[in-house]
């Protein structure tokens, strides 16, 4: 299988990087390049076999029902998590006019 | 008094607790090879402040009379994937240039505690993304081995954990950290002469690591000798509650249980990684590990991997869907790059800041990942990838019932100019076909130097272990290092 340009150019569009024309020039090929590396897994007869879910199978922990149960990764965090926004204004992250 | 840039992490632990010298005369040492060495681009963030407060303090605690940290004294380099508290934490892109975390990952904090202190933050390929470190948005680093030929051109250190590798082969620092996701501890470590082990999947905390793929992704050390990996990935491993696949399971004495006598133990040599267009010398220097480890006392097997050739392209499929759906993170919005044209909505912020802020390597990694994981496409590429990931485990499982431990090499190649494989990415993937298996797998696995080839390059061998058989790998490890005698250094031109 093989992708057209538009394609790549709609794939981009879906993981919200701008692409240029000049850009598409180079990466259709090595797109379709890797595509037709990847595809020879194709030839396992994996009918019998089920996918991989967890690397070490071992159970999901849960965490203490307690609040703040870890300082480092509880709440009252507002400045560290604003301290490298780009743009942060009264308390919040800052974006474009959304609502027109 | 001798050049302490020389010594490695145990000479320079025992030494500053033993009082031969100091942790800060240490420090020094290093701080000036750092300054020095530019050229190579090994670091993207200098820290000898970092460096002389913990060398300051182990002295001070020495002086004091108190108990000192397995690792008191010595300075390290820190792979720049680690967020560190105040220091810009990069991943090599330009998307996260300036971001300063406002908190420490687990394995740097771990490191901290045992009295370790930071030369510097390491260069690598952007996101841990690439095989030859020049994927780096802060520039390519340069090995410090240079063929014998007299062709003078720069080689890669590897990658991506090319700074670490670059770093400690050169005596910037006695270790370093890495993260290998497919390969990235293993075959740096193999094309610089130096030691490196990614431990089993879970053993080091993901916390605080900028994340590649989540199901890959394990930090390990790099050294020059099996002992000094032991040390650091003992202060390096231990449960974390924030990591969800964390193991939660003790830590191991690795170093204090180290033996290079490999009596009753059996070494499987897979009959797959002989494959076409490795080089003759890497396939010599496999035949010394053999010999060797049968010195050591081991029975050599041969064995069966039969899914090794389906592991890489099962790689690229799973490496990139993770990676698509982790860097989903980076919009331009929280922290790292913003990059909007003006009165441009939400959606364009997005496409600019992404376009502007992420290298070629890592949007086409993006862009395969969105690709696999689309509706119509994702039964077709994902699902059979995990289904083969199921498979190349399943081969290993089966490879224990005659073997402890496998023997095979590290790469295919010694290292390569750089520039060499930059226009064929596809080439590129292909020097991480012996070290993807055990990454899919989760095995523990490590990389040990095993000479010189005929132009004066180092070659690694690799092993890989049980789940949890750290030891065994330290072990064979040890044997291989104790037989190959690798003393060979770089000759200094940087």
Redesign the interface.
């Known amino acids: 299988m093989s992708v057209t340009r538009e394609e790549v150019a709609k794939i981009a569009s879906l993981a919200r990087i701008r692409m240029e024309e000049g850009d598409l020039d180079h990466l259709v090929p090595e797109f379709n390049n890797i595509l037709a590396f990847v595809e020879q897994l194709g030839e396992v007869d994996t009918s019998s076999v089920e996918p991989m879910t967890a690397v070490i199978p071992q159970k999901l922990r849960l965490r203490d029902d307690v609040v703040d149960a870890d300082p480092l990764t509880g709440g009252g965090k507002r400045d560290d998590i604003l301290a490298n926004a780009p743009v942060a204004e009264h308390g919040f992250f800052g974006v474009p006019k959304v609502i027109e | 008094m001798s050049d302490l840039t020389q010594l490695g992490v145990k000479a320079i632990r025992d030494g500053v607790t033993g009082g031969e010298f100091s942790a800060v005369e240490v420090a020094e040492a290093f701080n000036t090879a750092v300054a020095a060495a530019s050229e190579l681009n090994a670091f993207i963030t200098a820290t000898p402040d970092h460096a002389l407060a913990a060398a300051e303090k182990a002295d001070a605690d020495r002086a004091a009379g108190k108990d000192l940290g397995p690792l008191a004294g010595v300075p390290i380099g820190m792979k720049d994937l680690f967020a560190t508290r105040g220091v810009q934490t990069s991943a090599a892109s330009h998307i996260l240039e300036g971001?300063?975390?406002?908190?420490e990952s687990t394995v740097s904090q771990k490191l901290w505690d045992a009295g370790a202190g930071m030369l510097g933050k390491l260069n690598l390929d952007q996101f841990a993304m690439g095989s030859s470190n020049e994927s780096s948005y802060f520039g390519e680093v340069a090995n410090p081995w240079k063929a014998s030929d007299g062709s003078n051109a720069k080689l890669t250190p590897g990658g991506s954990s090319g700074g670490s590798s670059a770093a400690v082969a050169a005596r910037l620092c006695p270790a370093a950290t890495g993260t290998d996701t497919g390969g990235s501890i293993r075959q740096p470590a193999a094309l610089t002469g130096t030691t490196g082990i990614k431990p089993?999947?879970?053993r080091c905390s993901r916390w605080g690591i900028v994340a590649f793929a989540s199901?890959?992704d394990q930090a390990g050390p790099m050294a020059r000798s099996v002992e000094d990996c032991a040390i650091m990935l003992e202060a390096m491993a231990g449960f974390d509650?924030?990591d969800?696949?964390s193991?939660?399971m003790d830590v191991p004495a690795w170093s204090a249980e180290l033996s290079g006598d490999l009596s009753g133990k059996k070494v499987g040599i897979p009959k797959e990684y002989r494959m076409d267009g490795t080089d003759a010398e890497i396939l010599k220097a496999w035949d010394d590990g053999i010999a060797w480890l049968k010195d050591a006392g081991a029975e050599v097997v041969d064995i069966s991997l039969p899914?090794t050739?389906?592991a890489l392209?099962?790689y690229?499929?799973v490496a990139p869907a993770e990676a698509?759906s982790n860097l989903a993170r980076y919009?331009?919005?929280?922290?790292?790059?913003?990059d909007?044209e003006d009165g441009?909505?939400?959606?364009?912020?997005?496409?600019?800041t992404?376009?502007h802020g992420?290298g070629d390597e890592v949007?086409?990694r993006?862009?395969?990942g969105?690709?696999?994981l689309?509706a119509g496409f994702y039964d077709?590429?994902y699902?059979?990838?995990?289904?083969?990931?199921?498979?190349v485990?399943r081969d290993f499982e089966n490879a224990w019932a005659e073997c402890d431990v496998v023997l095979a090499p590290t790469t295919p190649t010694a290292a390569f100019a750089l520039g060499e494989k930059l226009d064929d990415?596809?080439a590129l993937?292909l020097s991480d076909i012996f070290t993807v298996p055990a990454s899919l797998?989760?095995l523990p696995a490590m990389s040990v130097p095993a000479g010189l080839n005929s132009k004066g390059l180092p070659l690694g061998l690799q092993l890989i272990g049980k789940?949890f058989d750290e030891q065994g790998v330290l072990n064979a490890g040890l044997a291989i290092e104790q037989r190959a005698e690798f003393t060979a250094q770089p000759e200094r031109w940087w």
Request: no cysteine; aromatic share 16%; hydrophobic share 40%.
């Open positions: 971001f300063k975390p406002e908190y089993t999947y879970g199901s890959l509650a924030k969800s696949t193991l939660q899914h050739k389906y392209p099962a690229y499929i698509s919009d331009g919005v929280r922290y790292g790059l913003r909007i441009a909505g939400l959606q364009d912020m997005y496409a600019t992404r376009a992420f949007k086409r993006i862009l395969i969105t690709y696999v689309s077709a590429y699902t059979q990838a995990m289904k083969v990931r199921t498979l485990q990415p596809l993937y797998a989760g789940a």
